[in-house]
């Protein structure tokens, strides 16, 4: 029998606090007997970066997006054999806060768990943990 939110989700990103967010929302998923989606967003690189790109900084961002990806989906394997846990790990691309929304609508989470977000800009103009919070469709959690 299951104690908590029947789906909880994720957003991870390879920073140190959405990776404290994953290891605690599995945490909470193994407790209370919970299905854990994880979901990582890749930001396209803006439109008119190829345009002035005379560096591969397109193509960098891709890599660099690549390697997080496939570092994401090992760490998330070899965690998972660790634990009896009902989780997935979903890839998107496009805005984070408005694909997490997205990803939480479909997979009719119950709980979303985002890390803090240590960008300046983002507490002068709003985290994704705080756009999240102002939703109001969900509990969110956010992770120090």
């Not at 439109?47 to 090992?74: F, K, S, Y």
Request: aromatic residues 4%.
């Amino acid at each position: 029998m299951r104690d908590g939110p029947g789906t909880i989700l994720v957003g991870v990103d390879g920073s140190t606090s959405s990776l404290r967010a994953a290891a605690y929302a599995l945490g909470l998923a193994r407790r209370q007997g919970s299905r854990l989606v994880a979901v990582y967003v890749r930001t396209p690189p803006s439109a008119l970066l190829p345009l002035a790109d005379t560096g591969g900084a397109a193509a960098t961002v891709i890599d660099t997006q690549d390697a997080l990806e496939q570092e994401l989906r090992t760490a998330f394997a070899e965690h998972l054999r660790e634990v009896d846990v009902d989780a997935r790990l979903l890839v998107r691309a496009g805005e984070p806060y408005t694909e997490l929304c997205d990803a939480a609508r479909e997979v009719r989470a119950d709980a979303v768990i985002v890390g803090r977000s240590a960008n300046l800009l983002h507490r002068v103009a709003g985290s994704i943990g705080n756009k999240l919070v102002r939703c109001g469709r969900w509990p969110v959690t956010v992770v120090p």
